[in-house]
């Protein structure tokens, strides 16, 4: 057999190779020590039992997060599916009896450029698609801007400050394709309540193409470098931020992924930070989310954090764009954390949040953002 990863997103090193068994690591971010997406093709004879052992995995950012999760693999690139996969001794162990010659495996179903591609091209016939800023490796951020650019209220969404966190941009499509479609009633609505949306789908293109668990090219942690009082370090979070200065923001939804948890959850601004008019609020789109999905869990508590800064009390400047908005623009905030692990929803949806779950998400959203929004102006 043949072992790949050498392409958009790719991460996995060979460190020995037979015919039907493969030790592999996952190569840390660019320029520092997060780890734990991996994505690697395989080609070879069809029907024969292989074994791929990743043999780093204990050291991973999330160690923990291994327990019960279940690796995914595909024949074309589209259709994803479970494959065996155990934790045990330190090591993550793929079994698969692949039945054609070329075979991916990835932690979760990745979403590549030519998709965000495809998304911004049929947005921006709806919408304004701009350019925020290019990268330090040449990528351009770029949003869209649904509504009318001159409304008052602005929700902005971001997705992707972790660069191994496709679900965040799967979700983050749903939504977007809901605001670029005129004959839904919900979002005329806000659009004639004077709200635009103003959408990156992926504001860390550098380290999601180089196939980075977190950080950006230069190794910075994008939704750690929203400090009060500092100027960000990367260009990704400067570029934005200027942008929220000018335009303004009355909402911040934040689009991420969860190694550990199996179930979706969400990650409200710390408590010192939120206004006393913003708390129904946030508490509103807790239960907004609670009541419709089976999927949602609380905030984890983890019982062997990975790192002992995980267990220590949140300060309030995080760093987190959430912590950020909300205390510089005094607004409603929101993370929404999607599982990398098959989901427990109900009897005739286990793993519902593979790609079509997470973009249903999305599209509902937009439904939260509206009880949200459409609240404050009442
Ligand atoms: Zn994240």
């Not at 019960?68 to 074309?76: D, F, I, K, V």
Request: charged share 25%.
């Amino acid at each position: 057999m043949r072992i790949e990863a050498d392409f958009e997103c790719g991460n996995a090193v060979v460190e020995r190779i037979s015919d039907l068994e493969a030790q592999l690591s996952i190569r840390a971010d660019s320029n520092a020590k997060f780890y734990q997406w991996f994505y690697f093709r395989v080609t070879g004879e069809a029907g024969l039992l292989r074994t791929f052992q990743i043999t780093n995995a204990s050291a991973a950012s999330y160690p923990h997060a291994w327990n019960g999760y279940r690796a995914l693999a595909s024949y074309n690139g589209t259709d994803w599916f479970r494959v065996q996969t155990q934790y045990t001794g330190g090591k993550i162990t793929i079994r698969h009896r692949a039945a054609q010659t070329s075979t991916a495996y990835a932690f979760f179903v990745p979403y590549v450029e030519a998709q965000r591609e495809q998304l911004l091209a049929d947005c921006a016939k709806v919408g304004e698609r701009r350019h925020i800023v290019t990268t330090p490796n040449g990528r351009a951020v770029e949003m869209i801007v649904f509504g009318k650019p001159t409304a008052k209220n602005k929700v902005w969404v971001i997705s992707r400050q972790h660069a191994g966190e496709p679900m965040a941009e799967y979700c983050v499509d749903g939504l977007m394709r809901r605001l670029a479609d005129e004959q839904d009633p919900l979002v005329k609505q806000l659009f004639d309540a004077d709200i635009a949306f103003y959408c990156i789908p992926n504001i860390n293109p550098d380290g999601t193409a180089f196939g980075n668990l977190r950080a950006n090219a230069e190794g910075i942690d994008l939704n750690r470098d929203w400090k009060q009082y500092v100027e960000p370090k990367s260009v990704e979070v400067g570029a934005v931020l200027k942008l929220m200065e000018a335009e303004g923001v009355d909402f911040l939804y934040d689009i991420h992924g969860d190694e550990a948890s199996q179930y979706v959850w969400l990650v409200q601004p710390h408590a010192e930070l939120v206004t006393p008019e913003n708390k129904p609020l946030q508490e509103r789109m807790e239960s907004f989310v609670r009541g419709r999905y089976a999927e949602y869990g609380p905030d984890p508590v983890y019982d062997l954090p990975a790192n002992p800064s995980d267990s220590l009390p949140k300060p309030t400047d995080s760093g987190m764009a959430i912590d950020y908005v909300a205390w510089r623009f005094k607004c409603p905030t929101l993370i929404v954390e999607l599982p990398f692990k098959d989901t427990i929803g109900d009897d005739t949806t286990i793993d519902s949040l593979q790609p079509a779950g997470c973009i249903a998400f999305g599209r509902n959203s937009v439904e939260m953002i509206a009880e949200v929004m459409l609240a404050q102006k009442n």
